[in-house]
């Protein structure tokens, strides 16, 4: 069995990798993308910690977690077919007037 | 405790986002950027198998060096492949190999219930919402038919460069840290009982969070209706004239 240290590098990166592409792709659809990337990092980590500490609490904070990322993929979707329907475009540039 | 390893788990964050730099999609690249990228996953491979074995870990573990690898680079290519489907593809991936390495530690139970969840109805959404909102444009050239702000990332330079000063700080926390000791023994003892023991769990301890859990779901789902929904005129009256596929797009949205 792996050591829990490399699975938490392994979460690592996988956060930093959603956080790259949370910030620099243009495309709703992908930002999204990038961040269940990031939520499978957080799992992972999740798992791994509870696993380094010898209990179950890590994997059912994860079994919450998942349903959390269930609820923001729905819910986030739908606002991005929303606006999508308004502006005719995906390009996150497209909500620029946003920024105040 | 670790002191050479941190500099190792720094290269490793760097080689990431070099590789993620490569990666992005910008205007007017050439096209060996594949084998580029191909490269420094490889690269990025054989880092993490040398971290891996550093850190007291036997060369008895393929399957978790090839998973490990697998899910860096599909991450890497779910943040930077030009067209959506590819992506939300590649995030099966990425879900697929998350599992096994999951799996793999022993939690087979939330293992699964990732790859059913993610894989089954999350990716599912995303690909119904690709097919919804996805424009076709002119078929002029061989990259016409990427979108125009699919081909181009913002700042490449400066969002890699914050990934990779996050990734280093997490990995060089992680490898740095004296972190409690682990008892394998012990814990592969745990991973034979893990679904009933976490079924149990669920069903005691954490009653009322998987009743909430529900009460969530179904709030999330209203107002997902909700929020996506069009809506139709009233009567029908100018409706009715037009043919099925033409009703919804003579509504303007609210």
């Given at each position: 069995m792996?050591?829990?240290?490399?699975?938490?590098?392994?979460?690592?990166?996988?956060?930093?990798?959603?956080?790259?592409?949370?910030?620099?792709?243009?495309?709703?659809?992908?930002?999204?993308?990038?961040?269940?990337?990031?939520?499978?990092?957080?799992?992972?980590?999740?798992?791994?910690?509870?696993?380094?500490?010898?209990?179950?609490?890590?994997?059912?904070?994860?079994?919450?977690?998942?349903?959390?990322?269930?609820?923001?993929?729905g819910l986030g979707l739908a606002i991005v077919v929303m606006m999508y329907r308004r502006v005719g475009t995906l390009d996150a540039e497209a909500w620029r007037q946003m920024r105040g | 405790m670790n002191s050479q390893l941190v500099y190792l788990a720094y290269g490793v964050a760097a080689l990431v986002a070099l590789g993620v730099y490569v990666g992005l999609p910008k205007e007017g690249r050439c096209s060996r950027?594949?084998?580029?990228?191909?490269?420094?996953?490889?690269?990025?491979?054989?880092?993490?198998?040398?971290?891996?074995?550093?850190?007291?870990?036997?060369?008895?573990?393929?399957?978790f060096y090839?998973?490990?690898?697998?899910?860096?680079?599909?991450?890497?290519?779910?943040?930077?492949?030009?067209?959506?489907?590819?992506?939300?593809?590649?995030?099966?991936?990425?879900?697929?190999?998350?599992?096994?390495?999951?799996?793999?530690?022993?939690?087979?139970?939330?293992g699964i219930a990732l790859v059913i969840v993610y894989a089954g109805a999350v990716l599912v959404t995303y690909v119904f919402v690709i097919m919804l909102s996805q424009q076709s444009p002119a078929l002029d050239g061989e990259s016409a038919s990427v979108l125009n702000y699919d081909r181009s990332a913002r700042r490449p330079v400066w969002t890699s460069l914050a990934g990779f000063v996050l990734m280093a700080t997490l990995v060089g926390v992680v490898v740095e840290r004296d972190w409690p000791s682990w008892d394998e023994a012990a814990a592969s003892e745990m991973a034979k009982q893990n679904t009933l023991a976490v079924g149990r769990m669920l069903m005691t301890d954490y009653a009322v969070s998987v009743e909430l859990a529900g009460v969530l779901l179904m709030v999330a789902m209203i107002g997902a209706i909700a929020v996506a929904r069009k809506r139709l005129p009233r009567g029908g009256r100018d409706s009715a004239g037009l043919p099925p596929g033409e009703i919804g797009k003579h509504v303007p949205p609210y």
């Open positions: 792996p050591h829990p240290n490399t699975l938490m590098i392994i979460g690592a990166l996988l956060f930093g990798l959603g956080v790259i592409g949370f910030l620099s792709r243009r495309n709703m659809i992908v930002m999204f993308l990038s961040t269940e990337v990031m939520f499978q990092g957080v799992l992972v980590n999740l798992v791994a910690m509870g696993m380094m500490h010898g209990n179950l609490q890590g994997q059912m904070l994860g079994l919450f977690v998942l349903v959390i990322a269930a609820v923001e993929a | 950027r594949g084998w580029v990228l191909f490269a420094l996953i490889a690269a990025l491979g054989g880092l993490a198998v040398l971290l891996n074995r550093l850190l007291s870990l036997g060369a008895d573990h393929i399957s090839v998973l490990a690898v697998l899910c860096v680079g599909g991450a890497i290519r779910v943040v930077t492949h030009p067209r959506p489907v590819y992506s939300a593809l590649f995030f099966v991936l990425v879900v697929l190999t998350a599992a096994g390495l999951i799996i793999l530690v022993g939690a087979e139970f939330l």
